[in-house]
């Protein structure tokens, strides 16, 4: 240690007083100009992070204004959407209403008109043939409706049977399900609202099919039988996609 503290006694009676401080001089300056140039290179440094900070921040709040904006785009179109799913609610819920409506209508003069047509709230609503592009070839759709507001289901058995001349005297009767490979025979039904009972047949060789008796039996959810007939020529209807296929080929 005491050595150390004599080192600048020796070194100053060695190389001088003046040159001594001469070296003092020199060194401080060496450090106050080494000390100033990391300073200022700290000071870029410090300059450049807080630039680049800065810069990102900016860019953040960019994307949070963007965020917010479509934020706010979405949350109106949101509100525009459900408003107009309110009105359309409400315009269900009105046809809906006037639906009931009607078919209270229609179940109070079909009781006085025609009750035979009528059974435990269920109808026979509709008998619509389809030709098909072969000329014996026929789609069938039968729907069932129920025209009174109910909760539960009702089940029953259908039959449908075609009755055609195959000569001028000569009457017979066809089971159209079984014509239609629709299975089982009658065919048993559950529903609630309507039902929708659809197939294919092909018309047997040599017939002129004259109407189709439509029978429904209900078995649960109402009693009773029900009976239809649907005349032949009134029940078919154009097939649209048969008519494009001619009229694109013409």
Known sequence: MMKFTNLPKKLKQRIGPLAFYLGIISLLCVSIYFAYWLGG???DVD?????QQ??????????????????????????IERSANEELQAELTELQNDNYALRRDVAFYQK???????????VIESFALTPNANKRHFHFSLALLQIEQRRQFVEG????????RTGEKTVKRYNLLELANIEPRPHAF???????????F????GVLPEHVDVRVTLTQGGQGQLERRFYWTQSIRKNRSLELES???S
């Open 190 to 200: 559950s529903m609630r609202y309507f039902s929708l009972l659809e197939g294919d």
């Open 157 to 164: 058995n259908i039959t449908i049977e075609l009755q055609a």
């Open 41 to 43: 290179r700290l000071a």
């Open 54 to 79: 800065s810069e990102r921040l900016d860019q953040l709040y960019q994307q949070i204004e963007g965020l917010e904006y479509q934020t706010n785009v979405l949350s109106v179109e949101l509100d």
């Open 112 to 122: 006085i008109m025609a009750p035979e047509l009528e059974q435990g709230g269920v």
């Open 247 to 249: 009229n694109q080929q």
């Open 47 to 51: 300059e450049k992070t807080v630039a």
């Open 202 to 205: 092909i018309l047997p060789e």
